[in-house]
Each structure stands twice: as structure tokens, then as C-alpha cells.
DNA sequence: TTGATATCTTACCCACGGGTAAATTCCAAC
DNA sequence: GTTGGAATTTACCCGTGGGTAAGATATCAA
């Protein structure tokens, strides 16, 4: 008979019934991890606590990741795969280089209150194995270079001001990764308004002096 | 016989002879924890790790400390105190509201790269237990509400640009409390260079616009 | 219906780390 | 010297958590 699933708390549904569905249990054990290490960081969340909210037992979960940091590291690809697909619509989209600063700090803004995007920048990479870790700066080292070449592509065709692409991007990207520190899914801040008033505020900071001189040589 | 502490690794010296003030040594156990919970997180760092590069044993720490966690609130107490030197230098002295922001924005970017302000932003509040979690959320809600209010000081005062308090603070917090993230003492980037930097950069941001209109009744 | 297999549980092992009890060493004052 | 007491150490306890072995049970294919 199968059992009453409507009303369960969220993915604790896909383990109800023994029924062979190995990818949405997997899944299932991904966002409730990734909640977790949310909540308490992963170092603090036990696999039993996974366990203990998908209502099965601890050994269950070996069935599908074969360790703790194999799920840590999933959380971390699915994060990474957001971003990438960001950074990739943008690089092909928008036409200034303010405007493709704009369309990131948008974009961004959004990924970092999506569980899996604020794992990346949020959990603490010591706590991956080498390889994982290097993997993992590689991928926020490239960010950070797309970030910067688009302030620069700015600064070239005169959207943005003259400034240190390296500073501003520290600024940027800190503003932004700070975001998972303190935004919360029932918070006051929506999402959408986070993100749009960000994108607003900053690029207002980096934009080259508007009305007055329009396509001029611009000096120092 | 009297040691040889010449030349020993910083702190280390101050257990190298049995009587010395208790002053000292506690000092010297909380600057190599501070930096062991900086390089590898608090929860990562073990107690015998501390006595270790200390060159002592695990019990011995608890003659200065009741235990791990009064390191750990220590080393907060430490940080909070450097900020709120800083935060009381900024009320009094200076004038606009922009300058006053940017002399936050200057010294807090400093206290970012000293390891006892690091702990503050870099170490994670959740293990803390309740009573400490408690003291320094105030503390860091402090924090905010004085950013905001120097923000609309500047807004008022026509220094700084109309523009939403609560979201300007996050996004400066944010980049600042980001430093503390990728900063390294021997870096390319040295603590002065950032603080400059930063305070230039995101000043230019909240700036009202400066030559064309001097002081004219602003229009919501 | 009936295996065969994926799924899940009970029971367990073991390393690590915080913390303590009690012995020991060193210094200082007498 | 000797001795009293503080500073340190050796040896230990025990809870927690990652991970596994082996048995129990449901599901699917035939």
C-alpha cells in the first residue's frame, strides 16, 4: 500500500516508499544536506542528522554517496554549475561593459540565496580533500578574472570609470558573497529585491559620470 | 639556568621559563589561538593543537583557560573591542557623513587584517554558546545600525547620494567583512594599501554628485 | 509465485578530541 | 639546603561521529 505522501516535509516524500528511484533519492539527500550544512555548517552536521530528517538511518545514506565529502562536493558542483551558467549567458548577452557588471551582480545576487549557490561561498572549503579544494579555488579564481575583465571592458569603452579592476572586483564580489551570511529564505529581503538593488547600488558606484560629457576622450 | 628565547618562534617564548606573570603566558595562548582558528577554523583546531605550537602540553592550557570555548570568546572580546575603538574615534571626530563613512570604511578594512578583528567576521558565531551567540549578534546589529546611521547622516547632510541606508551598509559591510576572507599578512596587498583602497572606492560610490550642483535642495 | 537484487536496519568498531585526576617538576623564600 | 606551592606533565575517561558488516525486507522481472 502505498503510504500518505502529500503533506511530508518537503523531500522526506522521496523516501517513503522502498520504490526503486535511486536519482531522486540521491537528490533528495543533496538538498537536505545542503540545508544542514546550512544551518549548522558541515562540520557540526552529522550524517545522522541527515539521516534523522529524511527519516531513514544513517547507513542508508551510504547507498548513495559513498562518503560525507562526496556529498559536500556534489553541494559544491551544483553550486559552481549555477554560476557557470550565469557567467556563460552573460559573456554572450549584454553589449557594455557596465551593463554585463550589472547583469552579474544581478545574476549573482539571485544564486547566492539558492542553497546549493550559497554552499560554494558560504561552507568552508578546508573542509574538502585537496583535489576537491583545488578544484574548487580554480573555479572561484576564474570568477573572479571573468568579474574583473568585465569592469575592464567597462573602463575601456568609457561605461565605467577609471579605477583598480582588482579592488573593485574584491569589493563587488565581497558585498555579494556576504549575501549568504545573512540572507534568509523567510527573511524581510526577497530575492528579487536583494538582487535588483544591488545590481542598482553597486554599478551606481562604478558608472563613469553620466549626462554632462558624453563620448569624450576621457582623461585620467 | 635561564633559556635561550632569543630567537624562538613569537609567542612561544613566554613559556619558556616556569615563572613568569600568568598575564603574559594567557596572552601568548590566545594570540597562537587566534591564529590557529584563522589558518585552520576553530572546530578544526584542537586543544593539543594550541599547546603544540606553544610548545606545551594540553593540560597545561587549562591553568589559563576554563576551556576551548573561553579561547574562542576571548578572541572575540579582543576584536569587538579593537571595532568599537574605532567606532567611538569616528562618532566624535570627524564631520560629514561621508567623511564619517569613509573613516569607517579606512579603519575597519585595517581591523579586518589584524587576526583578533578577523576572528570576529571570519569565525563562525554558531560556536559560540548561547549566552556569547547572544552578546555578539548585539554587537554586530551595533555595528549596522552605526553604518546606517553615518549613511544618513550623509544623505541628509547632502555628502552622500538618496539611496536605501539598510542595502548601502550591507553591500560596504560586506565587502569589507570579505577582506578577512582572502587577506593574508604576506600578501601582495598590504593592510594600508587595502584600507585606502577600499575606503576610495566604495566612498566614490555613495559620493553625491560633486562639481555641477553645489548646495541646492535636493529632489527626493 | 519466486527468486534475485536493491534497499534499508541493527549492531558494531575505532579514531579523535575535550576535559580531568593525580603525580611530578621547578622555582622562591626561608 | 629544604620545603611549600604553583606550573606542567603523564595517563586516563568518555562522548561523539564517520564508517562498515551482516542480516532483514521490500520490489521487480521472469
Not at 52 to 78: D, G, M, V
Not at 98 to 125: H, P, Q, W
Request: with cysteine.
Amino acid at each position: 500500500m502505498p503510504k500518505d505522501t502529500a503533506l511530508l516535509p518537503t523531500h522526506v516524500a522521496a523516501f517513503a516508499n522502498r520504490r526503486r528511484d535511486p536519482g531522486t533519492k540521491r537528490e533528495a539527500v543533496l538538498k537536505t544536506a545542503a540545508e544542514l550544512f546550512l544551518e549548522k555548517s558541515y562540520g557540526r552536521t552529522s550524517m545522522n542528522d541527515v539521516a534523522q530528517r529524511l527519516s531513514i538511518t544513517k547507513p542508508a545514506l551510504y547507498h548513495y554517496f559513498r562518503n560525507k565529502e562526496e556529498i559536500l562536493i556534489e553541494c559544491y558542483r551544483l553550486g559552481t554549475g549555477l554560476i557557470e551558467e550565469i557567467l556563460n549567458e552573460i559573456a554572450e548577452h549584454c553589449g557594455t561593459g557596465l551593463e554585463k557588471v550589472e547583469a552579474f551582480i544581478y545574476s549573482y545576487a539571485n544564486v547566492m540565496t539558492v542553497n546549493f549557490g550559497r554552499c560554494v561561498m558560504r561552507l568552508d572549503d578546508a573542509d574538502l580533500s585537496p583535489d576537491a579544494l583545488g578544484e574548487v579555488r580554480k573555479y572561484k579564481r576564474k570568477i573572479d578574472r571573468r568579474l574583473r575583465s568585465f569592469i575592464q571592458e567597462g573602463i575601456d569603452d568609457r561605461t565605467i570609470a577609471p579605477c583598480d579592476p582588482k579592488i573593485a572586483a574584491f569589493s563587488i564580489a565581497g558585498a555579494l558573497n556576504w549575501i549568504c551570511h545573512w540572507y534568509e529564505p523567510e527573511g524581510a529581503l526577497s530575492a528579487e529585491e536583494i538582487a535588483t538593488q544591488f545590481a542598482r547600488t553597486l554599478t551606481r558606484g562604478l558608472a563613469a559620470p553620466r549626462t554632462s560629457a558624453r563620448p569624450r576622450v576621457a582623461g585620467k
